[in-house]
C-alpha cells in the first residue's frame, strides 16, 4: 500500500510544476518540497486508518459496568 502515497506525492508535485509553468513562475523548491511530503503524508495516513478494521478495535476495547451506569436514567441537574 506503500504505493498510493507516492503515487499522491508525484501528483502533488506535477500539478504544482504544471501551476507554476502556466503562470510562467519559476518554481520553488521548497514549496514543492512541502507540498509533495504533506500531500503523500495525509494520502498514507488516509490509506492506514481504511485499512484498518475499526470493528476489531472496538471489540478489543473492555466494558466498564460505571461507564454504562453514567448513561441509564434521567439526568438532574
Not at 508525484?10 to 511530503?37: H, P, Q, S
Not at 498514507?44 to 453514567?70: A, N
Request: aromatic fraction near 10%.
Amino acid at each position: 500500500m506503500i504505493y498510493i502515497p507516492i503515487a499522491v506525492a508525484l501528483v502533488c508535485f506535477i500539478l504544482y510544476a504544471l501551476d507554476r509553468r502556466a503562470k510562467n513562475e519559476a518554481i520553488d523548491w521548497l514549496t514543492a518540497g512541502k507540498m509533495t511530503v504533506f500531500g503523500g503524508a495525509i494520502a498514507g495516513g488516509i490509506v492506514y486508518v481504511l485499512k484498518t478494521d475499526v470493528v476489531e478495535i472496538i471489540k478489543e476495547i473492555p466494558e466498564i459496568p460505571i461507564t454504562q451506569e453514567m448513561f441509564v436514567g434521567v439526568p438532574t441537574f
